[in-house]
């Protein structure tokens, strides 16, 4: 795999999502469309998309999808991977050999189940220990990424562009309730098959437009929990982020959001409901290195629905729209057309303001 | 009028198509092809779709209308010309405009009018019928920037953080400012029959231009916000 990045290229990025309220099936090349009108937001060096619902015949196991550099890297992580999983199934990942998508590295799948023997030996839960084994391996065993860890759901992604991607992985063969999609043109981090988007950890996962001011404070925070950031790249600070505040600290979307794009305190102050208030002072006082800073355009894809958020400033673009059951988030109105014509309701969320749209029957 | 079907998803091949119309087009089935009628004079464009970023940019004279929404940054740096919106509009519409007039029939996202300009008889006019997001005319510096609110329904019509650095020009909002927080830097007074002679004109074309009734949007209190000259920014980033 390789680990280029010598050169530094100006910003762009393009994001899209959709999401059927009812559960119905979408096929995962429909937000491949969405980005053929946003070509140039990226620059062929990312490309990738998250379905959820995807595994319905798998729906109880952790899907692990993995990159490795070669034959041997796979050997040792299965080797590891059995000390800690039953493993169900083991595949390779079906690719498609276009030109425009090159040097792929080693691509599998494994759905496995947790050994409950070392369950109960590390005395933790059982997706605090897919954490933890996913966090072991990214970090310690050579040649062997895992980009994506959740139930029911996966991501895909490569170096190219992003309608190639979909092409690659095959994406027309699958379906899903809800797909998160992501055109990359990175700025200051290399362009590998890593650090494509999304970035998944369990079912969360980020696809993100923009560029982290407040990453290294972001970083040392989130470290301090076990969280390692190894894939040369700022995004996935924020999906650590995610899985902190909302399975650890138990806190809601909403409270989510106003952490990652807290208010300004001007605003919190002039905030006219006392209750509203004292919440946000406490969020702001608890959390302040959660605070991201920076423009950021994001998409947080989870078990049941997605969570489009801006920076507070809103120094990038995010349009929604929907049309029947089906929700549409994309960089641009353009997209979102391209996805659906009909598509009505278009309207552009305040920097800071969360659209959170959940699949009927979903946790609340 | 001819007319041109954007199948292309490419904006250099539709500019070129466009620049060889004569002296108008019609462009059908647009999907997010970017830079628009960058720089053009000479020519009434017609756009059924959407648009993509960047419409207009650099616009010395022509005129381009939309029969629908537009993205970001239309109008962008533009020098003369119209370019009028039959719905709403996306971020930073109008940066850096410096002659030329916008009417947008809806709403307007963040960062409308920042640092706008003018230069004697070169005076950019951007008329948005619904509300504004955060920013409205940031670093103003010239021009008009009009927010009538018509669709507000109880929303404040301008976002956060209005005028910030505004050193220059007139922003008119119809009504009286309730909840819009100014800067100390700038002044709101109620506008007098004067003000309402220099600016009904642009009002007028406005309803002209969507079919609604001028006379109702003037019967209404209006508020001019200008930059405060005795008390200017000073040292907001550097000593100076």
Known sequence: ?364 | MKTLYAKDPDHRALNEAVRRAGDSVRITGCLGQRFIGAGMSGIRIEIDGIPGNALGAYLNGAEITVDGNAQDAVGDTMNGGRIVVHGSIGDAAGYAMRGGEIFVRDDAGYRAGIHMKEYRDKVPVLVIGGCAGSFLGEYQAGGVILVLGLNADGRRIVGDFPCTGMHGGRMVLRGTCGGIVLPPQVTARPASPEDMEAFRPYIEAYAALFGKEAGEILDSPFTVVTPDSANPYRRMYVEN
Not at chain 1, 14 to 23: F, H, L, N, Y
Not at chain 1, 65 to 88: G, N, Q, T, Y
Not at chain 1, 101 to 115: A, G, M, N, S
Not at chain 1, 141 to 159: D, I, L, P, T, W
């Open chain 1, 1 to 364: 795999m390789k680990l280029e990045g010598e050169v530094r290229i100006p910003s762009g990025c393009a994001i899209a999502a959709v999401i059927d309220r009812d559960g119905g099936m979408i096929p995962g090349n429909l937000t491949a469309e969405a980005m053929r009108p946003m070509h140039e937001r990226s620059n062929g060096l990312g490309g990738g998309f998250a379905g959820y619902g995807i595994y319905p015949d798998y729906k109880d196991f952790y899907a692990l999808h993995f990159f490795f550099d070669d034959r041997a890297a796979r050997k040792d992580c299965e080797v590891f991977l059995k000390e800690r999983f039953e493993i169900v199934k083991s595949e390779i990942i079906p690719t498609r050999k276009i030109p425009s998508v090159t040097d792929e590295p080693v691509i599998w799948r494994y759905f496995v189940d947790p050994l409950k023997s070392v369950l109960a030996a590390e005395q933790v839960d059982e997706r605090e220990f897919v954490v933890r084994t996913v966090t072991k391996i990214n970090t310690e065993r050579r040649g062997g990424y895992v980009f994506s860890s959740g139930k029911n759901m996966g991501a895909f992604k490569a170096v190219g562009y992003p309608e190639d991607v979909a092409d690659f992985y095959r994406l027309e063969e699958y379906a899903g309730y809800a797909w998160c999609a992501h055109g990359r043109y990175p700025t200051n981090t290399p362009g590998w098959w890593g650090g494509a988007h999304p970035f998944t950890l369990l079912d969360w996962s980020v696809v993100h437009n923009g560029e982290i001011s407040s990453y290294d404070a972001n970083r040392r925070w989130i470290e301090m929990f076990g969280y390692k950031c190894t894939l040369q790249t700022d995004t996935e600070v924020i999906t650590y982020i995610m899985d902190y505040l909302l399975r650890r600290q138990g806190l809601t979307l909403e409270e989510a959001a106003s952490v990652v794009a807290a208010p300004f305190w001007s605003s919190i102050e002039g905030e006219a409901d006392q209750e509203k208030r004292e919440t946000l002072t406490y969020l702001r006082t608890v959390f302040p290195s959660l605070l991201v800073t920076g423009p950021f355009s994001i998409i947080l894809g989870f078990d049941g629905g997605l969570m489009a958020l801006n920076d507070r400033l809103k120094l990038r673009s995010m349009v929604v729209g929907e049309h029947g059951s089906r929700v549409y988030i994309a960089s641009e109105e353009a997209a979102i057309r391209a996805m659906d014509p009909e598509a009505g309701r278009i309207r552009y969320p305040a920097g800071g303001e969360p659209v959170i749209v959940r699949v009927k029957g979903g946790e609340e």
